[in-house]
């Protein structure tokens, strides 16, 4: 039984949202919707719980995402690989470019390791580095 009820994936065209709402996504489901990312028109990938409890994943272009949970809709915990230097990219994330703390930028293997065990059991996985956000984006 999985703890996500349902995966929303976001693909524009043109202006236009034409993504797909999953209700009860397996894992299938969510790991294709997650390697369909590109970081042009399908940047941002949602599993959520319910609406104060949800993972997005955003990005794709080069291999670099973003993954963000929160559990109350006001705190938020970011994936991190504290690898990366001090500095900011830029990356297309729900259709809008911005520029993103470097660190933030993590491969598709953390990524979907982080989704895998959110998906399953609803928690932040051990196994990788997390911090609270302060801000998500800085203009």
Do not use: H
Not at 62 to 81: E, H, M, R
Not at 110 to 120: G, V
């Amino acid at each position: 039984m999985m703890f996500v009820s349902n995966l929303s994936i976001e693909k524009w065209v043109g202006n236009e949202n034409q993504g797909d709402f999953i209700e009860k996504p397996n894992w299938s489901q969510i790991e294709a919707a997650i390697r369909q990312l590109n970081g042009k028109n399908q940047t941002l990938v949602t599993l959520a719980a319910d609406d104060e409890t949800y993972m997005t994943i955003g990005g794709g272009s080069a291999g670099k995402y973003v993954v963000s949970v929160t559990f109350d809709n006001l705190d938020f915990y970011n994936l991190v690989d504290l690898s990366k230097p001090e500095a900011t990219e830029k990356l297309v994330i729900g259709g809008q470019e911005g520029l993103y703390s470097a660190k933030m930028s993590v491969d598709l293997l953390r990524c979907l390791l982080a989704a895998r065990t959110f998906s399953e059991s609803g928690k932040l996985d051990s196994l990788l580095l997390w911090e609270e956000d302060k801000s998500l984006v800085t203009v």
